[in-house]
């Protein structure tokens, strides 16, 4: 070989040998941060457990991450990675991110291992009252509150609210589209001042006698309608659309008054119907009193018993209590409706047995059970329940992120459910909660079916 020959490839070893010693060794991930932080105190159960990292990382198949020692489920999203756990009221959570868990595109391990700890929040100290508010209540309405008390943080109780009215409508499109019925059906007395009619009377008890009979529960609610001014015989319940004053409503000699006086007579007659069936009602009226008024400046209540003001509507509240009890209805549990911010209008504990919440477009699971907490800490006595809803997060979603309610209710779909013998009866669509929805519903273990009622008679 020629001198020149040998020359040149060892100046050719020469190059690739420096070249592969001067190649930059590849560096694994780095852990930046992660929510909570770590020895963070007070962290809510609905906050996303994130770790951050210096660049994107994709996680090996068998990763050993663990919350508390037990393996969890985990996403990769980006340069971060989101760990799936349920978190609880009062505890101390330790994560563990093993040595090699994750890699990034270089196919390079994390080289440590990374752990942090937090401690939620303190759970709520929740006291609830034993007793109803009602004098000497009816032997069935102290079985159903008994049942509710025990089943409350255990299980939840799934209910359908009546088309417009007076009907099981909604209740039976659940059965249609689920296979179960829900464990209470809800009535409305929207139309006192036209029954009895051809088109609606409510002497006719015989489907909810028929419910109960089969251990449902029964609840009922009052949309108020009074005349539209002093005299009319045109009606309305919104505070646009009447005149009528709710602090002239116990005023005696007012004409709201006299109204007051005449339609809680008849309703009385109505509600007796029932409790002579021995048939416990939970009793939800004047519901949303504070509107939006304390949502934004300018906001206002919707309905006219909340047009004056909180105290005016306590008066109302406390004065339909008394009449009830002097007229011997001691079936009753009493569920008042709060709107948050609003325990101006809370008529107090003891006119109020259940705290009920309506909620309306929001999936938002974290900020519901949020909302949950905050209610039940500004009432630690008094069970919560998802009075009214409609496109909310899926009930077995909320019931994980702590949102306990009692029951849980959605509103009609006038469309939907108004004739069960037209077509559309059968279809799986709904305004405010569909049959993907309630399937997830009556599907979950938390969830109290009619099926699953024992007799409380």
Same mark, same amino acid.
């Given at each position: 070989?020629?001198?020149?020959?040998?020359?040149?490839?060892? %100046?050719?070893?020469?190059?690739?040998?420096?070249?592969?010693?001067?190649?930059?060794?590849?560096?694994?991930?780095?852990?930046?941060?992660?929510?909570?932080?770590?020895?963070?105190?007070?962290?809510?159960?609905?906050?996303?457990?994130?770790?951050?990292?210096?660049? %994107?990382?994709?996680?090996?198949?068998?990763?050993?991450?663990?919350?508390?020692?037990?393996?969890?489920?985990?996403?990769?999203?980006?340069?971060?990675?989101?760990?799936?756990?349920?978190?609880?009221?009062?505890?101390?959570?330790?994560?563990?991110?093993?040595?090699?868990?994750?890699?990034?595109?270089?196919?390079?391990?994390?080289?440590?291992?990374?752990?942090?700890?937090?401690? +939620?929040?303190?759970?709520?100290?929740?006291?609830?009252?034993?007793?109803?508010?009602?004098?000497?209540?009816?032997?069935?309405?102290?079985? %159903?509150?008994?049942?509710?008390?025990?089943?409350?943080?255990?299980?939840?109780?799934?209910?359908?609210?009546?088309?417009?009215?007076?009907? @099981?409508?909604?209740?039976?499109?659940?059965?249609?589209?689920?296979?179960?019925? #829900?464990?209470?059906?809800?009535?409305?007395?929207?139309?006192?001042?036209?029954?009895?009619?051809?088109?609606?009377?409510?002497?006719?008890?015989?489907?909810?006698?028929?419910?109960?009979?089969?251990?449902? @529960?029964?609840?009922?609610?009052?949309?108020?309608?009074? #005349?539209?001014?002093?005299?009319?015989?045109?009606?309305?319940?919104?505070?646009?659309?009447?005149? !009528?004053?709710?602090?002239?409503?116990?005023?005696?000699? +007012?004409?709201?008054?006299?109204?007051?006086?005449?339609?809680?007579?008849?309703?009385?007659?109505?509600?007796?119907?029932?409790?002579?069936?021995?048939?416990?009602? %939970?009793?939800?009226?004047?519901?949303?009193?504070?509107?939006?008024?304390?949502?934004?400046?300018?906001?206002?209540?919707?309905?006219?018993?909340?047009?004056?003001?909180?105290?005016?509507?306590?008066?109302?509240?406390?004065?339909? !209590?008394?009449? !009830?009890?002097?007229?011997?209805?001691?079936?009753?549990?009493?569920?008042? +409706?709060?709107?948050?911010?609003?325990?101006?209008?809370?008529?107090?504990?003891?006119?109020?047995?259940?705290?009920?919440?309506?909620?309306?477009?929001?999936?938002? +699971?974290?900020?519901?059970?949020?909302?949950?907490?905050?209610?039940?800490?500004?009432?630690?006595?008094?069970?919560?329940?998802?009075?009214?809803?409609?496109?909310?997060?899926?009930?077995?979603?909320?019931?994980?992120?702590?949102?306990?309610?009692?029951?849980?209710?959605?509103?009609?779909?006038?469309?939907?459910?108004?004739?069960?013998?037209?077509?559309?009866?059968?279809? #799986?669509?709904?305004?405010?909660?569909?049959?993907?929805?309630?399937?997830?519903?009556?599907?979950?273990?938390?969830?109290?079916?009619?099926?699953?009622?024992?007799?409380?008679?």
């Amino acid at each position: 070989m020629k001198m020149k020959t040998v020359v040149a490839l060892t %100046l050719i070893l020469l190059i690739s040998c420096s070249n592969k010693t001067d190649e930059a060794p590849k560096e694994p991930p780095v852990f930046r941060s992660s929510i909570p932080a770590n020895n963070e105190a007070n962290v809510k159960p609905s906050t996303p457990i994130e770790v951050s990292f210096n660049e %994107l990382v994709y996680l090996v198949k068998n990763h050993g991450i663990t919350v508390n020692g037990d393996a969890v489920d985990v996403e990769e999203a980006f340069t971060k990675i989101r760990i799936n756990a349920v978190l609880e009221k009062g505890k101390n959570y330790l994560i563990n991110i093993p040595k090699g868990a994750l890699i990034n595109k270089d196919e390079v391990p994390l080289a440590e291992a990374v752990q942090f700890s937090f401690t +939620t929040e303190a759970s709520i100290p929740v006291n609830l009252t034993q007793t109803l508010v009602t004098p000497n209540p009816s032997p069935e309405a102290v079985n %159903l509150y008994n049942f509710l008390l025990d089943k409350y943080g255990k299980k939840i109780i799934s209910s359908a609210m009546a088309n417009v009215s007076w009907n @099981l409508n909604e209740a039976d499109w659940v059965k249609l589209q689920t296979g179960k019925y #829900p464990a209470m059906a809800t009535v409305d007395y929207i139309h006192l001042h036209y029954s009895p009619a051809n088109w609606i009377d409510y002497t006719t008890t015989s489907f909810i006698e028929d419910w109960w009979n089969n251990n449902g @529960l029964v609840s009922a609610c009052w949309h108020w309608n009074v #005349p539209k001014s002093d005299g009319s015989t045109e009606y309305a319940f919104y505070t646009s659309e009447t005149t !009528f004053k709710a602090s002239n409503a116990t005023i005696d000699g +007012t004409w709201e008054n006299k109204v007051v006086k005449a339609d809680l007579q008849k309703i009385t007659a109505y509600l007796k119907l029932l409790h002579d069936k021995n048939i416990p009602v %939970l009793w939800r009226p004047l519901h949303e009193a504070a509107g939006n008024i304390y949502e934004y400046q300018g906001g206002t209540a919707w309905f006219w018993w909340g047009n004056g003001g909180a105290e005016a509507y306590k008066k109302l509240w406390i004065y339909m !209590f008394n009449y !009830f009890q002097q007229q011997g209805l001691n079936n009753l549990i009493w569920v008042w +409706t709060t709107q948050t911010k609003d325990n101006a209008f809370y008529p107090g504990d003891d006119y109020v047995d259940i705290i009920g919440r309506d909620i309306y477009n929001n999936t938002q +699971t974290g900020t519901i059970a949020e909302e949950f907490a905050a209610i039940q800490e500004e009432y630690p006595t008094k069970m919560i329940a998802l009075s009214e809803m409609g496109n909310v997060a899926n009930i077995s979603v909320q019931w994980e992120a702590g949102a306990a309610w009692s029951y849980f209710m959605p509103w009609y779909d006038y469309e939907r459910t108004n004739n069960k013998a037209e077509a559309d009866f059968n279809q #799986p669509e709904h305004q405010h909660a569909n049959a993907t929805w309630w399937e997830d519903a009556l599907e979950s273990d938390a969830v109290i079916t009619l099926d699953e009622m024992p007799s409380l008679k």
